[in-house]
């Protein structure tokens, strides 16, 4: 059964940092991009960022360019999202998801498996 697991989401006053964790078990996706996703209240899911299976690829939203940091791990089967200059519109549960390429996507519809979310919560 595949599961993804993520942590490090929480609390913290505009301009702030945090790390966001995602831990996938039940097979391995070395061969597989992977992508986080995030949706504020009231909003619709929206994309983050993504990265392909080697990590040799990214791709962010606009929002979060040259704030946000992707990166993976293929041996530890994880992937991160170093946030930096956070601001409180980055408020939103976060969530981490394996695409069905090898390329990243800004498509929800392009990944097949997500985790249950962390909440993001920035301060004024």
């Known amino acids: 059964q595949v599961q993804l697991v993520e942590s490090g989401g929480g609390s913290v006053q505009a301009g702030g940092s945090l790390r966001l964790s995602c831990v996938a078990s039940?097979?391995?996706?070395?061969?597989?991009?992977m992508g986080w996703f995030r949706q504020a209240p009231g909003k619709e899911r929206e994309f983050v960022a993504a990265?392909?299976?080697?990590?040799?690829?990214?791709s962010y939203a606009d929002s979060v360019k040259g704030r946000f940091t992707i990166s993976r791990d293929n041996a530890k089967n994880t992937v991160s999202l170093q946030m930096n200059s956070l601001k409180p519109e980055d408020t939103a549960e976060y969530y981490c998801?394996?695409?069905?390429?090898?390329?990243?996507?800004?498509?929800?519809?392009?990944?097949?498996?997500w985790g249950q979310g962390t909440q993001v919560t920035v301060s004024s």
């Open positions: 990265i392909s299976y080697t990590g040799g690829s990214t």
């Open positions: 039940g097979r391995t996706f070395s061969s597989r991009a």
């Open positions: 998801a394996v695409g069905t390429f090898l390329l990243p996507s800004m498509r929800g519809a392009d990944y097949n498996y």
